[in-house]
């Protein structure tokens, strides 16, 4: 074997194991010392339209936890999240979905070890139901044009961004289905 060839052969082994000890764990996703995860009793799941307002949910707990269970955790580990970044899907099998939202007005303290507790906080802004798909049913017995229902069901996805008092970056993601439908 020629030494070019020889020396591609081990390039390529060596990032194919790379590759293959790469894994989807939510805890290496950001560099700080802890991660994030989100508890979520009750939340809401139909929302009308007819009762203007951004839609909030009613409660919802940000715990951190340190990446390692032996990790003595300071304040310097305390999160402070900032920024909301929410992206909406069709789940009724139409393909018009509402707009991407950034929220940077929600700051959110979660301390090391610690929770946070959120009551009532926007997830949804409620400018959104003059827009497209959700426009299409703010009328008594409108139809969404895509799939003929009066109703329209959309998941947000939502990212949560955020630093630690040390500066490295953690982030948050989980999902909310909400069914949207207009009854005066």
Partial sequence: ???YRFALFAFLAVALVGVGGCSNNDSAKTEADVFLSINIPTGVADVNMAHS?????PA??????????????????DVVLS???VTCT??????VASPVWHDFNQTTYVPAGGTASLVNYRIFPGDYFLQPPLNQLLCS???????????????????IYGKTIAGKK?????????NFFYTP
């Fill in 1 to 3: 074997m020629k030494p």
């Fill in 90 to 95: 069709r789940t009724d099998g139409g393909s």
């Fill in 170 to 178: 953690v982030s948050l993601e989980f999902d909310v289905n909400l």
């Fill in 141 to 159: 017995g409108c139809l969404d044009k895509e799939t003929n229902n009066p109703n329209i069901r959309q998941r947000l996805h939502i990212v």
């Fill in 83 to 85: 920024e909301w970044v």
């Fill in 60 to 77: 919802m707990t940000i715990t951190s936890h340190g990446k390692s269970p032996t990790a003595v955790l300071s304040q310097q580990d």
């Fill in 53 to 57: 307002g951004d839609v909030v949910e």
